[in-house]
């Protein structure tokens, strides 16, 4: 059984910078897929940025240049480095492990980017 453990949110004003982090348990984390998402009051989850067991990552265009993600593996932990924050960054983020046809989501942290 895989849990996701996901910290770092809070509220922040516009142009500011948080970092979320996520922490798995268990032994597949390493040769696992790892994403973040977010998701606002009526609007589907969204993929913000992926990044693969070998380090290859993506991002939504919205968070091009501005969000990074990352990975360490001896610590089993993703991170998502978020810079020059803006009011539409509002949502709760979620993490998300995929190894094969398995699926496993952390619990939800709230970012608020307001003034």
């Known amino acids: 059984q895989v849990q996701l453990v996901t910290s770092g949110g809070g509220l922040v004003q516009p142009g500011g910078s948080l970092r979320l982090s996520c922490a798995a348990s268990g032994s597949i984390f390493n040769s696992a897929s790892m994403g973040w998402y977010r998701q606002v009051p009526g609007k589907q989850r969204e993929l913000v940025a992926g990044?693969?067991?070998?380090?290859?990552?993506n991002y939504a265009d919205s968070v091009k240049g501005r969000f990074t993600i990352s990975r360490d593996n001896a610590k089993n932990t993703i991170y998502l480095q978020m810079n020059n924050l803006k009011p539409e960054d509002t949502a709760v983020y979620y993490c998300?492990?995929?190894?094969?046809?398995?699926?496993?989501w952390g619990q939800g942290t709230q970012v608020t980017v307001s003034s």
């Open positions: 990044i693969s067991s070998g380090g290859g990552t």
């Open positions: 998300k492990l995929t190894w094969g046809l398995r699926a496993y």
